[in-house]
T-cell receptor
Framework: SQQGEEDPQALSIQEGENATMNCSYK?????LQWYRQNSGRGLVHLIL?????REKHSGRLRVTLDTSKKSSSLLITASRAADTASYFC?????????????FGTGTRLQVTL | NAGVMQNPRHLVRRRGQEARLRCSPM?????VYWYRQLPEEGLKFMVY????????ESGMPKERFSAEFPKEGPSILRIQQVVRGDSAAYFC???????????FGDGTRLSIL
């Protein structure tokens, strides 16, 4: 079964607004990663946050991690039409195979002009 | 620096035929992962390989599916006697080591007639 669940499933905003996506997971993790997928393409890695980190920034992206609540959020500030894509969180666990990613169900973001 | 290369991009097979999907990892990456994505869903882990070794195949169906990553050449995901339910996008990813961000190819879209 999927490790993560994301909400909202779909989000529509106007250019310039901020977009916030949330991800919840079930088991202990080594790290959590966010990926973007444009229609018909592969996934592009955005940011990785380790289990001992609480917040991380990369350009217009801000990721938070709350291991006590087993949740993470991705904030995209000052959104652009080019940010339109599906966004997935993925976790790497502490048990079993250390490297495999377990993906959430994704949030489809639509940014309109 | 070429990214992860997958071919073919699209593959059509009739029920009962074999499908062979190829993946060349990024230069310097010795860890390869295969994932499957059904429409409107997140990716699901299938198998994790390092050169000549299968590290984790917990996501692979027990029958008809196999994967290899030989010393020379690309990684191959092989599906024998395909059925309609095998229709999906198959993504390959590579990384230089464990706990490192994975770089994805653009996928092979498999359609079964």
């Amino acid at each position: 079964s999927q490790q993560g669940e994301e909400d909202p499933q779909a989000l529509s905003i106007q250019e310039g607004e901020n977009a916030t996506m949330n991800c919840s997971y079930k088991t202990s993790i080594n790290n959590l990663q966010w990926y973007r997928q444009n229609s018909g393409r592969g996934l592009v890695h955005l940011i990785l946050i380790r289990s001992n980190e609480r917040e991380k920034h990369s350009g217009r992206l801000r990721v938070t991690l709350d291991t006590s609540k087993k949740s993470s959020s991705l904030l995209i500030t000052a959104s652009r039409a080019a940010d339109t894509a599906s966004y997935f969180c993925a976790t790497v666990g502490n048990t079993g195979t250390a490297s495999k990613l377990t993906f959430g169900t994704g949030t489809r973001l639509q940014v309109t002009l | 620096n070429a990214g992860v290369m997958q071919n073919p991009r699209h593959l059509v097979r009739r029920r009962g035929q074999e499908a062979r999907l190829r993946c060349s990892p990024m230069k310097g990456h010795s860890h390869v992962y295969w994932y499957r994505q059904l429409p409107e869903e997140g990716l699901k882990f299938m198998v994790y390989l390092q050169k000549e070794n299968i590290i984790d195949e917990s996501g692979m169906p027990k029958e008809r599916f196999s994967a290899e990553f030989p010393k020379e050449g690309p990684s191959i995901l092989r599906i024998q006697q395909v059925v309609r339910g095998d229709s999906a996008a198959y993504f390959c990813a590579s990384s230089p080591g464990q706990h490192q961000p994975q770089h994805f190819g653009d996928g092979t879209r498999l359609s079964i007639l």
